[in-house]
């Protein structure tokens, strides 16, 4: 990642301009090295290749409210799956989402949000030509004693995946054949993590 934020924008919002990953679910912009488990879950491999990340610009904007509203859209060029090839004159993926949280009493807190990745592919690596639309919702619940996670506590998390995808497929052993590809998948995980005290989880 290399990116440049603003720091001083008023009415709570900030812009982002760089290369850097999306704001997009609830791991994605996350550093590998901060998740709980080895790697990325399944439906995280399959629909964003782990991590969506690419060249572009990011505008958010946070609610001035005791409930946590966060609200972003941002513009990518679209070199990296899902959308590849750098379509629509190098602006070949779009995103929006919105994140809301709180507290609830002293030792539990919540997130939830929902995102939209729009993104356009040319000849991708997976031999799809078209458009794919996908929707991610997230929800993590945190318990912990005081609200102070790092000495210990509960949390849950969950992300829900739906791509709907119109286009084509071109087999690459043999490119002369094509067919439609217009449907969708869809994929889900949850895990828990229990954190006995600092260095043990």
Same mark, same amino acid.
Request: no cysteine.
């Given at each position: 990642?290399?990116?440049?934020?603003?720091?001083?924008?008023?009415?709570?919002?900030?812009?982002?301009?760089?290369?850097? /990953?999306?704001?997009?679910?609830?791991?994605?912009?996350?550093?590998?090295?901060?998740?709980?488990?080895?790697?990325?879950?399944? %439906?995280?491999?399959?629909? @964003?290749?782990? $991590?969506?990340?690419?060249?572009?610009?990011?505008?958010?904007?946070?609610?001035?409210?005791?409930?946590?509203?966060?609200?972003?859209?941002?513009?990518?060029?679209?070199?990296?799956?899902?959308?590849?090839?750098?379509? *629509?004159?190098?602006?070949?993926? $779009?995103?929006?989402?919105?994140? &809301?949280?709180?507290?609830?009493?002293?030792? +539990?807190?919540? @997130? %939830?949000?929902?995102?939209?990745?729009?993104?356009?592919?040319?000849?991708?690596?997976?031999?799809?030509? !078209?458009? #794919?639309?996908?929707?991610? %919702?997230? %929800?993590?619940?945190?318990?912990?004693?005081?609200? +102070? &996670?790092?000495?210990?506590?509960? @949390? @849950? $998390?969950?992300? /829900?995946?739906?791509?709907?995808? +119109?286009?084509?497929?071109?087999?690459?052993?043999?490119?002369?054949? #094509?067919?439609?590809? *217009?449907?969708?998948?869809?994929?889900?995980?949850?895990? !828990?993590? /229990?954190?006995?005290?600092?260095?043990?989880?």
């Amino acid at each position: 990642e290399a990116y440049i934020d603003t720091t001083k924008l008023p009415y709570g919002f900030t812009l982002r301009a760089g290369r850097f /990953y999306s704001d997009i679910g609830y791991l994605n912009s996350r550093h590998a090295h901060t998740d709980y488990f080895f790697d990325r879950p399944d %439906a995280y491999q399959s629909f @964003l290749a782990n $991590q969506y990340g690419d060249d572009g610009v990011q505008i958010k904007w946070v609610a001035p409210t005791d409930l946590y509203i966060e609200l972003g859209v941002e513009l990518f060029a679209g070199t990296n799956f899902p959308a590849q090839g750098r379509a *629509n004159n190098g602006i070949g993926a $779009q995103t929006v989402f919105a994140h &809301f949280g709180g507290d609830v009493g002293i030792n +539990n807190s919540w @997130l %939830a949000g929902v995102s939209l990745l729009n993104a356009d592919s040319i000849d991708g690596e997976d031999g799809f030509t !078209g458009n #794919s639309k996908l929707y991610i %919702a997230d %929800a993590t619940w945190k318990w912990a004693p005081q609200g +102070n &996670f790092k000495d210990g506590g509960f @949390l @849950l $998390q969950a992300e /829900y995946i739906f791509d709907d995808r +119109n286009g084509k497929y071109t087999n690459a052993d043999t490119p002369i054949i #094509s067919e439609p590809w *217009n449907g969708n998948t869809s994929g889900a995980y949850i895990q !828990g993590v /229990y954190r006995f005290n600092k260095q043990w989880e």
